[in-house]
């Protein structure tokens, strides 16, 4: 089998507290932190056993994942294994990047998001240097609020040339044609941000070839669909995975409607569609074609 897992444990804390951010972040006790290490390293334990399957595994915690120690262990280890082809995480890459080289920099990737007032300019901008020296695949962002605008265009000009900038619609906002054109200038795939997708009965790769995890092992086509389709550990997923139309009217999130089959994002992203880089010439320095979406 060739499976995608979105995993999200219960680890909720955050060293940033952004007043855009959806998801409800409070300070994990220690015997919450716990708890969200034993479910990470019985889900490491698993994937690592999966030795008969081809696994790719994108981390999206509620909260920073790397400022824990076995976030960084378990994304080193689990990408130093032959049936793992790419482990992934969501990260604001607060944290130290020295750990990176006990990972396997050919399946190791961080999609990385810039906070601006959350943290220096610089140190981000040093740390996505050290990551591109690295050898380390990443991609970098920020969410499109007005007032982030000039931050992103300094650093699309800081960044190293192959390194992609996107853009995520701020959720709630709506964009005139010329704000969304001063976005799309400096990520050419903005529309697909922009608006939500409709997906009422549209096919989905979700519940087939994609599926997410939660710490209790309980598996759902996708973190945005509370339909259960199982559980990981006993292996009773398995036999619900199969093609499924969407049950919600529409998808706004990135991680959702990527895989989405009425778009062409898995050829636009194709080799990157867990670490949100595209394949071919960076986008903003080559233009790129299908940037009109198909479904929205």
Known sequence: MDLTILYRGPL??????????????????????????????????????????????????WGEGLVRSW??????????????????????????????????????????????????YDRFLAKCRDLADRGVR???????????????????????????????????????????????????????????????????????SVVSVDGEGTVRRCHFVREELGNLYDGSYRAALRPRPCPLAVCDCHIGYVHLETLPLYDVFAGGVLERIPAGPPPGRTPLRLLTPTSS
């Not at 005139?176 to 997906?199: C, G, I, K």
């Open 12 to 61: 909720a804390s955050c060293d940033y507290d952004c007043p855009y951010c959806p998801f409800a972040k409070r300070r994990d006790s220690r015997a919450q932190l716990t708890a969200d290490r034993a479910a990470l390293e019985r889900f490491a334990g698993w994937a690592a056993g999966r030795t008969d399957d081809r696994l790719a595994l994108l981390f999206t915690p």
């Open 71 to 120: 976030y960084r262990r378990t994304l080193a280890e689990l990408s130093r294994l032959p049936h793992i082809r790419r482990v992934a995480i969501q990260t604001n890459l607060s944290g130290r990047t020295d750990w990176t080289a006990d990972a396997d920099p050919d399946t190791l990737a961080l999609w990385c998001t810039f906070h601006p007032g959350q943290t220096p």
């Open 138 to 208: 990443h991609s970098v962002g920020v969410v499109g609020l007005p007032e982030h605008l000039e931050q992103a265009r300094r650093l699309r000009a800081d960044l190293p040339e192959h390194v992609y900038l996107w853009v995520n619609a701020a959720e709630g906002h709506t964009y005139t044609d010329a704000e969304a054109a001063e976005w799309t200038a400096l990520d050419p795939l903005f529309p697909y941000s922009r608006n939500p997708h409709r997906s009422a009965g549209l096919p989905c790769r979700t519940g087939e």
